[in-house]
C-alpha cells in the first residue's frame, strides 16, 4: 500500500523568501512517480513539478525545486521567492509502477504569502 | 484553448435525483480520471480509463456510473444522489498512465 504525508496543515511565508514544503511517503513499488500540485482559491488543481523515483537529479521548474531523498523518502518542494500569487494549498502525490496512473494525494498543505 | 473541461462548474439538486458531469479534453490524451475532492480538500481516484476501456475503479458506489464514448470524453453519471455525495469532482487526463495528469476545472456537486 502506498502513502503520503504532509504534516505540516498550513504556513505563513514573507514575500521574496524561501519555503519548503514536506512531503513524505511510503510504497513498496520499486519504480514511482512523485508530484506536487497547486490548488488556489478559485480551485482548479496546477501540476507543478515530477520526479521520478530513479532520476539521479533533482526536478526544477522556475522557482519549484523538489528536494529529493530517496533513502529517507521525502520528496519536499521548494519555493524560492515567495510571491503573492503563491498563496494556495499546495497537495504532494506519488504514483506507483503498477498502480495504472492512480495518484495518491497527501493531505495539503495551506502557503500564505504576506507582503 | 481549454485543455480539460468539465460542465457544469457548478451542480445543486436534490437528494435522490440522478445527474452527470461531462468532460472533455483536448490534448489528445489516452488516459482520463475522475477524482473526488472531500470538504476537507482530501482527493481521491474513483476512475480511470485507458483509450475508452476502465483500468482504476476504486471502492466507488455503485450508483456512481462512468462512461466514455471515446478518448477525448470521460462522463460521470450518479443515480440516487445522497447528501455525502457532496465534493468537488475532478476530471483529470494524461498521455500514458506514467507521466502527468491535468485536470479540469472541476464541478462543485451540492446536495440537498
Known amino acids: 500500500a502506498q502513502k503520503i504525508t504532509q504534516t505540516q496543515p498550513g504556513m505563513f511565508v514573507q514575500e521574496k523568501e524561501a519555503v519548503t514544503l514536506d512531503c513524505t511517503y511510503d510504497?513498496?513499488?520499486?519504480?514511482?512517480?512523485l508530484f506536487w500540485y497547486k490548488q488556489p482559491s478559485s480551485g482548479e488543481m496546477i501540476f507543478l513539478i515530477y520526479?521520478?523515483?530513479?532520476?539521479?537529479q533533482n526536478a526544477t521548474e522556475g522557482r519549484y525545486s523538489l528536494n529529493f531523498q530517496k533513502a529517507r523518502k521525502s520528496a519536499n518542494l521548494v519555493i524560492s521567492a515567495s510571491q503573492l500569487g503563491d498563496s494556495a494549498m499546495y497537495f504532494c502525490a506519488m504514483r506507483g509502477r503498477n498502480s495504472w496512473g492512480k495518484l495518491q494525494f497527501g493531505a495539503g498543505t495551506q502557503v500564505v504569502v504576506t507582503p | 484553448d481549454t485543455a480539460v473541461s468539465q460542465t457544469p462548474k457548478y451542480l445543486v439538486t436534490q437528494m435522490g435525483n440522478d445527474k452527470s458531469i461531462k468532460c472533455e479534453q483536448n490534448?489528445?490524451?489516452?488516459?482520463m480520471y475522475w477524482y473526488k475532492q472531500d470538504s476537507k480538500k482530501f482527493l481521491k481516484i474513483m476512475f480511470s480509463?485507458?483509450?475508452?476501456?476502465?483500468?482504476i475503479n476504486e471502492t466507488v458506489p455503485n450508483r456512481f456510473s462512468p462512461k466514455s464514448p471515446d478518448k477525448a470524453h470521460l462522463n460521470l453519471h450518479i443515480n440516487s444522489l445522497e447528501l455525502g455525495d457532496s465534493a468537488v469532482y475532478f476530471c483529470a487526463s494524461s498521455q500514458r498512465v506514467q507521466v502527468e495528469q491535468f485536470f479540469g476545472p472541476g464541478t462543485r456537486l451540492t446536495v440537498l
Open positions: 510504497t513498496s513499488d520499486p519504480s514511482y512517480g
Open positions: 520526479q521520478g523515483s530513479y532520476d539521479q
Open positions: 490534448l489528445g490524451h489516452d488516459t
Open positions: 480509463y485507458n483509450n475508452k476501456e476502465l483500468i
